[in-house]
């Protein structure tokens, strides 16, 4: 199957509606259906239970409880390395700004402009800079940390369809499906 008609479903339903909906059943309480529904998603995506700083999956009040679990201290050790990742997640890309352009897979190029929802001001700071995009699949801990101390400043919405975030969908897409997402600033 091309990557293209994989992602075809994803045009034709209604995504805000879909995304509106799992995000209303993600955030109920839903007692035994919730368990069930976290069951799946760790039997399905195989997430490593033995991780979590509470491993009784019939524990978690909502989805969203356990999607954004604690870890067990020392699940995650800081490296001793120059440059180090604050996610979980797999680099699909990596490289050089050339001015305002970040160039991905298939020939793909974006502006650091479109990248941060338009801030011109923002997007110069990353001119000629370095990029990489982080792909957190659904078996991923969905947290994000800092190796030093600091506080969110700014959040930026960044318009446009929504779409999986999947690599099968990124390369099926003609336009960046991280920038897409909340949060998924890829600059």
Not at 55 to 82: C, E, Q, V, W
Not at 86 to 94: A, E, K, L, Y
Request: aromatic content about 12%.
């Amino acid at each position: 199957m091309t990557d293209r008609f994989a992602v075809l479903p994803q045009y034709l339903f209604p995504k805000q509606a879909l995304t509106a909906f799992a995000g209303y059943v993600a955030g109920r309480e839903r007692g035994w259906v919730t368990t069930e529904i976290i069951r799946r998603f760790v039997a399905r995506y195989q997430v490593n239970m033995d991780e979590a700083a509470n491993s009784d999956i019939a524990s978690y009040r909502t989805f969203n409880d356990f999607f954004t679990r604690a870890l067990k201290p020392g699940a995650r050790p800081i490296a001793a390395a120059d440059l180090i990742c604050p996610v979980d997640g797999t680099i699909s890309q990596f490289g050089q700004i050339e001015h305002d352009q970040i160039f991905q897979a298939k020939g793909h190029s974006y502006s650091t402009t479109a990248m941060v929802g338009g801030d011109a001001a923002l997007a110069a700071q990353y001119q000629d800079g370095s990029f990489a995009t982080l792909y957190l699949s659904p078996k991923d801990y969905h947290r994000i940390h800092m190796p030093c101390d600091g506080r969110l400043l700014r959040m930026i919405y960044v318009p446009g369809e929504l779409f999986s975030v999947n690599p099968v969908t990124a390369q099926g897409r003609a336009r960046p499906v991280c920038a897409q997402r909340a949060g998924g600033l890829c600059v």
